[in-house]
């Protein structure tokens, strides 16, 4: 069964840091993008950020030069290191994987809230 495990959410102060982590399972394999949505209760899952095989990324504007999106391709893992936290920042963050197919798979959702 394909499966993605995420993991690092948490709550924090403003101006904190968390780290999240996203393995895909082995049956999940030519993995092209890999990418990272949130979403707030009662709003759509909203685009955070991006990476391509070759490593290339793309942010969504209020995150950028804040969080960093990253790949071990080895380990089909994807991680997101947020920093400078805002409140505004609080939502679940889901991880998506797209197969070079079109196939696509989400994971489970980890909640990050940001409040001091």
């Known amino acids: 069964q394909v499966q993605l495990v995420e993991s690092g959410g948490g709550l924090v102060q403003p101006g904190g840091s968390l780290r999240l982590s996203c393995a895909a399972s082995?049956?999940?394999?030519?993995?092209?993008?890999m990418a990272w949505y949130r979403q707030v209760p009662g709003k759509e899952r909203d685009f955070v950020a991006i990476?391509?095989?070759?490593?290339?990324?793309k942010y969504a504007d209020s995150v950028k030069g804040r969080f960093t999106i990253s790949r071990d391709n080895a380990k089909n893992t994807v991680y997101l290191q947020m920093n400078s936290l805002k409140p505004e920042d609080t939502a679940v963050y889901y991880c998506?994987?797209?197969?070079?197919?079109?196939?696509?798979?989400w994971g489970q959702g980890t909640q990050v809230t940001v409040s001091s």
């Open positions: 990476v391509t095989e070759r490593g290339g990324t």
């Open positions: 998506k994987v797209i197969e070079y197919s079109g196939a696509y798979y």
């Open positions: 082995e049956r999940i394999v030519s993995i092209n993008h």
